[in-house]
């Protein structure tokens, strides 16, 4: 059994983003099934059980990520990360104009083709063939 801190001070913000969402899927889907057994009317109970259900759902997440072959997966996550080159945020927003573009372009080709079938089908009477 590794310790608790296993190289906790490697693969941090991995680590956190991780914990962090483990504990709120946990959390949500424990406080899910726990509704089905507490009616969320009954007040002080009902609040009492969510906030149980969260402190299980941390301390869970916390015992499954600092395994070894866990801690070790979010270090390996966090050095492919770092080797990231981000781009600079005129690059971004140039491929966000050619991302917004196309789709306005691909929009209205697609509106046209359905113009033009729509016609194609009024004027061959399709419609009212297929609805007999």
Do not use: H, N
Not at 4 to 9: E, N, Q
Not at 29 to 48: N, Y
Not at 56 to 80: G, N, T, W, Y
Not at 123 to 128: M, N, P, S
Request: net charge positive; charged share 15%.
């Amino acid at each position: 059994m590794m310790p608790i801190g296993y190289k906790k001070k490697q693969g941090k913000p991995s680590r956190q983003i991780a914990v962090c969402a483990l504990t709120g899927c946990l959390a949500w889907l424990l406080i899910q099934v726990c509704s089905v057994f507490i009616s969320r009317q009954a007040g002080v109970l009902w609040l009492l059980t969510c906030v149980a259900m969260i402190v299980v759902s941390l301390v869970s997440s916390f015992a499954f990520l600092s395994r070894a072959k866990a801690a070790d997966f979010l270090i390996s996550v966090q050095s492919e990360i770092d080797k990231v080159t981000w781009p600079s945020l005129p690059e971004v927003k140039r491929a966000t104009v050619v991302v917004l573009v196309l789709i306005v372009a691909m929009a209205a080709v697609m509106f046209t083709y359905d113009l033009v079938w729509q016609w194609f089908f009024q004027v061959t009477g399709f419609l009212q063939i297929y609805r007999r």
